[in-house]
């Protein structure tokens, strides 16, 4: 059992940056950023794999959202910049997906954290 706690969160406002931080509790393998907004389902972010370091991110966050990860801490950051209202969301840090092919899929991961706010203000 992993356990994920994610910290970084708050109010900024638009156009501001924020970095959020998961640090796990033992090895994981893919791990991964998603958000839910009030009323709307939970989303994929970004992911970075483990044994190589490629990611993917989501097309919304291309350009202003940066996943890095340090294996030997077990840690994987989310680096937030230009910052849109749209960006307000509660963020999970999820862990081990199945595949890499299903990557984006929250059902695909085992580990998750308890979440983390993000709000940007207009």
């Known amino acids: 059992q992993v356990q994920l706690v994610e910290s970084g969160g708050g ?4 156009g501001d940056s924020l970095r959020l ?5 033992g090895r994981t393998f893919n791990m991964a950023w998603f958000r839910q907004a009030p009323g709307k389902e ?9 044994s190589d370091g490629r990611f993917d991110y ?7 959202f940066t996943i890095s990860r340090d294996n030997a801490k077990n840690t994987v950051n989310l680096q937030m910049s ?12 999820a862990a081990d997906s199945a ?4 990557r984006t899929l929250p059902a695909s991961y085992i580990y998750w954290g308890q979440g983390t706010q993000v709000t940007v203000s207009s």
């Open 11 to 14: 109010l900024v406002q638009a």
């Open 21 to 25: 931080s998961c640090a796990a509790s």
């Open 42 to 50: 939970r989303e994929f972010v970004a992911v970075i794999r483990g």
């Open 58 to 64: 989501a097309d919304s966050v291309k350009g202003r």
């Open 82 to 93: 230009s910052l849109k209202p749209e960006d307000t969301a509660v963020y999970y840090c």
């Open 99 to 102: 595949t890499w092919g299903r």
